[in-house]
């Protein structure tokens, strides 16, 4: 029985995992599509989805134009760029009052996230924006 065994290990070390994650979404999102295990497909579903979520343009999500024209003369263009900054930073973005802040926030609940998240570095790297290399 698989009782109380939260994740998937899949027999490897922590950094071969992540290895192994890494490079199964980067050819994921090169190649529309790879073959692999049932347990190694299973095991970045979640990390998968969660991408495709952060991946989206700021056009994808129910916005008015004012606040997306406004978020792209800051050149955030994705949603790992805006949910990366927090209501401080928004702030100081020209032409972003605080109504569209809140309307920023509603459209990032509706998809689970919220501003000011800190994105795993292995994420990141698996989306070409920064974070770890190896």
């Known amino acids: 029985m698989r009782h109380r065994k939260d ?11 992540w290895a192994l994650f ?10 529309e ?16 989805d969660h991408m495709i979520t952060l991946a989206k343009t700021l056009e994808e999500l129910a916005l008015p134009a004012r606040a997306i024209n406004a978020l792209k003369n800051a050149e955030l263009n994705l ?3 805006l949910v990366q900054k ?5 702030e100081h973005v020209k032409n972003l009052g605080e109504k569209s802040i ?18 795993d570095p292995n994420v990141l790297g698996a989306m070409g924006r920064g974070g770890v290399v190896r």
């Open 102 to 119: 809140d309307e920023i926030k509603t459209a990032l609940a509706a998809l689970g996230l919220s501003l000011g998240m800190r994105i």
């Open 22 to 31: 890494r490079n199964l979404l980067t050819d994921l999102f090169r190649h």
């Open 7 to 17: 994740g998937f290990k899949l027999g490897r070390r922590t950094a071969h995992r």
């Open 79 to 81: 949603v790992v760029d």
């Open 86 to 90: 927090n209501e401080a930073d928004l």
């Open 33 to 48: 599509r790879i073959t692999t295990t049932e347990a190694k497909a299973k095991a970045i579903r979640g990390l998968a």
